[in-house]
């Protein structure tokens, strides 16, 4: 008790700290009125009432106590450490325990963060930590006792289960206790009148004999071996290597040293810092290095100023793998991705899961930009391959974001944002890319995440509003229903474009809230129009890829149309060609089922991206919208008038409806008409506008 920190007892809990990913670790001392902390990471307290303890209801236990959430424990959830700092909800605790079975106090880690998943095996590792510690102590207790006679010495060496070798001052084995005969292998007959170089590894003979003969304190190269616990190598019977752990205690005998050395096998507490150590810094799923032995990294690189090249990889499609599946089926996946990168990129470069489905790639030197650059597409060939997992195929793919540093250059955690800001463009270039890392980036992802809370506080201040726009008959101008289309009035600054903040919308945690809100105003609005001016009104609404994910989709629908009075008939959801694309599999089913409850389906933008005839016939689509740019360029070209016509050939052959969008004159909409079109839908017609000045219009016609 009260004795100052220790290095070998602090290196303890920062090993629990790391392996646990814990704020806190401590060995506490729990005594008759209070507890006390040999040794503390993350705690500013040095000790605390015994009332307040934790640890006094572990000793009371035979196994690790766990407290998942103290908040929620009637034994802690009023402790002044839970409800004030350091605000402890987590917390695990491994007794101290002497050979004896005398409870000294506790190894254990607490976080200001609850815990549930605090498995068998973390109980194990923790328990094996504070085994480390109790080591340590009773070492402790022997050296204290070294100090007495030689006798002492002896009957201590019959009763401990630590090997106790005596030696006379030519280093000749007088003593051989039991617990000697089992770490080495060797009976007492047999050694006793040995050279104590039977038990070391020859290296050490040399400089043991030398001290020896010098009548000095032995020495291990600088290190003395007397009084101090020290590892080294030692030799059994059957010549295999043990490591030991050996403290030398030293006397004089009529004049002459005498010397007695305390062996302990550490053999298993060494398997056990490795797995430990492999634990801290290696993800428990894939096997690569983890995300905070990767910054332990990135620091060594910058303090020594080497010269290294970061990729950042980022799996496509995996939450649809999870959403599909299950996690089971992606933690499967993400372990056959791992494997892929090992193989990729072999010894050349440093593989790390950063978390989720990233990956990093560290390559060192001042070529490793090249290299790196070679190995990124091969990473994501390797990664893009079909995946047979249980049974399944699975399809994913992977995009890429590379920067680098040279001597002198920026610091770890701005190279993995300059990677961030390179993946994140090339994402947005299409996937299946690499992009290398340029300053106009950074800029770029920054104004992006800006607007990105900008539209958070548009959302709760109302800012976004629905605009209309009218679909007409081309045969007699009529209008037929309206598209309606989200608009942003900022007031510092009036309506932005959509092409401004969609693009951010679609990919932000507000993405389904906004999505609902459009569906259930435009139809409020709809209901309300073909009740009073026009019963055959329809309105069109366009979703987001977002809306498919949570598979709600058809729920939401349905109960849209009931709250408004809506007709399912009067309704069409519209999507584009790449959001059908990329969510095929999640969309087809709900998407048939809204069509047999009579909701229209409408391609947008036809004609510019890539869907395939097996799409038009695996798709529940009634409609298809002839893409602006075939139509709005002035006079039309021939190659655009031979794509109107291929349209509707294709829709003719397959049922369907179309509307051409864009018209903009007079001659656009008669040759559009002309060739069988019987909606049309821009500027000719009417542009956007507010929900009033659209029920103007209607009223009007």
Known sequence: MDTPPEEEFDRIVRMASRAFQAKTALVAFVHRDRQFFKARFGMELFETERELSFCAHTIKENHVLVVPDATKDERFKNNSLVTGDPFIRFYAGAPLVTPSGYKLGTLCIIDPEPRENFSIRDCGLL????????????????????????????????????????????????????????????????????????????????????????????????????????????????????????????????????????????????????????????????????????????????????????????????????????????????????????????????????????????????????????LAPDMIASISRPIRYEGRTIQIGASAGLSWRRCGGCGGGELLGNADFALYQAKEEGRGTVRKFEEHLRSAAMAKAKLGSDLTTAWKRNEFELYFQPQVALCDGRITGAEALIRWNRPDCGVVPPREFLPILQHSVLVETVGEWVLRTACAYASEWRRDLRPDFRIAVNLFAAQFYNGHLEELVGDV????????????????????????????????????RGVSIAFDDFGTGYATFSMLKSMPVTRLKIDRSFISAGLMAREDLAAVEAIMVLARGFGLKVTAEGIETAEQAAIVKSHGCAEGQGYIFGRPMPADAFERMLRAQ
């Open 127 to 374: 328990q094996d930590l504070a085994d480390l510690v109790m080591e340590r102590l009773e070492l402790r207790r022997l050296q204290a006792l070294e100090k007495s006679s030689r006798s002492q010495f002896e009957m201590i060496s019959a009763s401990t289960s630590d090997a106790i070798v005596c030696t006379d001052s030519q280093g000749v084995i007088t003593s051989w206790n039991d617990a000697a005969t089992t770490v080495f292998q060797w009976n007492a007959t047999e050694v006793l009148g040995q050279p104590f170089d039977v038990v070391l590894h020859p290296s050490l003979h040399e400089p043991f004999h030398d001290a020896l003969r010098r009548n000095s304190s032995i020495h291990h190269g600088s290190t003395p071996w007397v009084g101090r616990p020290l590892e080294v190598v030692g030799i059994d019977r059957e010549g295999r290597e043990i490591p030991i752990e050996m403290s030398i205690a030293q006397w004089q005998v009529n004049g002459r040293f005498e010397y007695g050395a305390s062996i302990r096998n550490v053999s298993e507490r060494k398997r056990i810092e490795a797995e430990l150590r492999y634990a801290a810094e290696h993800d428990a799923l894939t096997g690569l290095y983890n995300r905070a032995y990767l910054q332990s990294r990135l620091r060594e690189a910058e303090q020594r100023d080497d010269a290294v090249t970061l990729l950042l990889l980022d799996l496509d499609g995996f939450k649809e793998v999870n959403d599909t599946f299950g996690h089971s089926t992606g933690d499967g996946v993400l372990r056959i991705v791992a494997e892929r990168l090992r193989q990729a990129g072999g010894r050349k470069c440093f593989l790390s899961r950063l978390g989720g489905d990233e990956f990093v790639v560290l390559v060192f030197g001042e070529c490793g930009l090249r290299q790196a650059e070679m």
């Open 561 to 596: 149309l009931l709250t408004t009075g809506l007709p399912p008939t009067a309704l069409e959801l519209e999507l584009t060609e790449t959001v059908l694309l990329t969510e095929e599999k999640t969309a087809s089913a709900p998407l048939s089922r809204l069509r047999q």
